[in-house]
């Protein structure tokens, strides 16, 4: 316990600019459990404020400063240091002000986390903006996105085991059926079966569909929506997040040299996954690109920002 408070009162002095010593954040915060992080914001009352939906969220003073002051850990550290919910919260703002570029992080958001872990999302949301998702979702996007990304963000999944293979079986046809009637990629989002089936049924049931619709059709559905990238994303994320996320981590890494965009989605998968399924991201990324991705980061990453990055992805090795 003391070294735990020894550790609390380190990242709290270099969290309120008091010194800032990033070798020790990289070697500590970077293999800190949920757990343990919940335990830091709880006692750092000077940089995290309790809620009235019982999470500590950071202080917007702190919050404001630090994305300057971690520059180098290109926000790799603030988002770590996050309540999940607040980090989705505002990594879901910031792509609604962005705009049609960075919908996929809405996607993610809304496909890749639980019923509950969104839920929370949406209520940190209201906290942090006074709006809701939805609402300021509906006032940045235009028809047709914009139906497709309220209902998403709007879903709360059943996440049993339990479904229909026969409903399942019926779902592939009719989506078989919409994909080759629809005239262009435009349409095909304005079809509300689709929206429907991909906004409503379970994950289990809708990697079922694809399944089926794998057979019917001898291509995968996400192949088979054309060049519609936000439907395919909704599909990968929905039915295969592991190889969505080594595919966001490739395409990071391959264009790491072209600014800003790269290394945020190298930072956000890395760090929102690391507390999940980043071992198996790993293993499905290196059979897609021939190369650990430990390997490429030390590659492609400098300073600290490598180091950190290095930190989270060897956690459970």
């Known amino acids: ?28 915060l970077g293999k800190w459990d949920p757990d343990q992080k919940h335990s830091f914001r709880k006692n750092s009352v000077e940089i995290f404020k309790e809620d009235e939906r019982q999470f500590h969220r950071w202080d917007n003073r702190h919050f404001h400063r630090l994305h300057h002051e971690f520059l180098r850990f290109k926000d790799a550290v603030v988002l770590w240091t996050m309540h999940p919910w607040e980090r989705d919260a505002r990594l879901v703002r910031e792509a609604i002000q962005m705009g049609t570029q960075y919908a996929n992080i809405i996607v993610e958001v809304a496909c890749t986390r639980s019923s509950d872990e969104l839920l929370g999302a949406r209520k940190a949301y209201h906290s942090l903006f006074d709006h809701s998702i939805e609402e300021d979702i509906a006032s940045k996007f235009q028809s047709p996105d914009k139906m497709l990304l309220v209902g998403l963000v709007s879903a709360y999944r059943y996440e049993g085991p339990k479904f229909s293979e026969e409903l399942a079986k019926s779902e592939a046809k009719t989506l078989h059926s919409l994909i080759k009637s629809a005239a262009n990629d435009e349409k095909l989002i304005e079809k509300e079966e689709i929206i429907s089936i991909l906004t409503t049924r379970s994950k289990v049931h809708l990697r079922a569909i694809c399944q089926h619709y794998q057979e019917l059709s001898g291509t ?53 996954r690391a507390d999940a399924d980043l071992k198996v991201i790993k293993e499905v990324y290196k059979e897609r690109c021939g190369v650990s991705l430990p390997d490429k980061i030390e590659e492609i990453a400098n300073g600290n920002f490598k180091n950190f990055l290095l930190t989270l992805i060897a956690r459970e090795e």
């Not at 316990?1 to 500590?28: N, P, R, Y």
């Not at 997040?241 to 989605?265: H, M, P, Q, T, W």
């Open 1 to 28: 316990m003391a070294e735990l408070a020894d550790h609390f009162g380190a990242l709290t002095k270099a969290f309120t600019g008091l010194g800032v010593d990033e070798q020790s954040i990289i070697e500590v």
């Open 220 to 272: 995968g559905l996400d192949e088979e929506v054309g060049d519609h990238t936000l439907i395919k994303q909704v599909i990968q994320c929905l039915c295969n997040k592991e190889a969505y996320f080594s595919e966001v981590l490739d395409g990071a890494i391959r264009g790491i040299e072209d600014g800003n965009y790269a290394k945020e989605s190298l930072t956000r998968v890395i760090v929102t």
